[in-house]
């Protein structure tokens, strides 16, 4: 059974950068193009952006553009997300997940609690 | 802001018929993507429930049930179970700047 395992909680300041990570257990970790999304406490889901595992390339929410990058390793099958200036509003719970296109976001991670704090 | 409106909550005694709404607009839903449905239990993360539409993964009970027309989608729970209660997500693609992904606002679902 695919598994998407995230790395563990981080406590980070304002300004800082947090760098998640998120391994897949499956070895067809290429083929599959991975989301973060992300969810502040008691709210909604956010899609933050995607990446395409196999050439490296991403495409991300207006909001999040300047300050978010998503780079990928495949000798390791995991997958990172690294998003910068952090403030309070970040606070949140940060998802990987599988997109399987037309078979829609199909294995999510477990979530890393990320929370900003002064 | 989520460009896909849900109900914030709806809520049915055990056995009881429920539907969430989804409305979206010409961008998403109403050009022709599909939609997607999601269900997160308290405490864990979101699990799909629904795919293209209309569609169950394996091992998600027929109760579950959804469809899309023009602008909308809608979810209904047949049969509803202490087990049903849950946050249900729709989502789907969007064309227009505000950004590709995007989820509905999060239906609350209660059973009484």
């Known amino acids: 059974q695919v598994q998407l395992v995230q790395s563990g909680a981080e406590v980070k300041r304002p300004g800082a950068s947090v760098k998640i990570s998120c391994k897949a257990s499956e070895y067809t970790f290429t083929n599959y193009y991975r989301h973060w999304v992300r969810q502040a406490p008691g709210q909604g889901l956010e899609w933050m952006g995607i990446i395409n595992p196999s050439a490296g390339s991403s495409s991300y929410s207006q909001k999040f553009q300047g300050r978010v990058t998503m780079t990928r390793d495949t000798s390791t099958s995991t997958v990172y997300m690294e998003l910068s200036s952090l403030r309070s509003e970040d606070t949140a719970v940060y998802y990987c997940?599988?997109?399987?296109?037309?078979?829609?976001?199909?294995?999510w991670g477990q979530g890393t609690t990320v929370t900003v704090s002064s | 802001q989520s460009v896909l409106t849900q109900p914030p909550s709806v809520s049915g005694a055990p056995g009881q018929r429920v539907t969430i709404s989804c409305t979206g607009s010409?961008?998403?839903?109403?050009?022709?993507?599909?939609v997607h449905w999601y269900q997160q239990l308290p405490g864990t993360a979101p699990k799909l429930l629904i795919y293209?539409?209309?569609n169950r993964p394996s091992g998600v009970p027929d109760r579950f049930s959804a469809s899309k027309s023009g602008t909308s989608a809608s979810l209904a729970i047949s049969g509803l179970q202490a087990e049903d209660e849950a946050e249900y997500y729709c989502?789907?693609?969007?064309?227009?700047?505000?950004?590709?992904?995007?989820f509905g606002t999060g239906t609350k679902v209660t059973v009484l």
């Open positions: 293209g539409n209309s």
């Open positions: 989502q789907s693609y969007d064309s227009s700047l505000s950004g590709f992904y995007v």
């Open positions: 010409r961008s998403n839903i109403g050009a022709g993507y599909d």
């Open positions: 997940v599988r997109d399987s296109e037309n078979y829609g976001m199909d294995v």
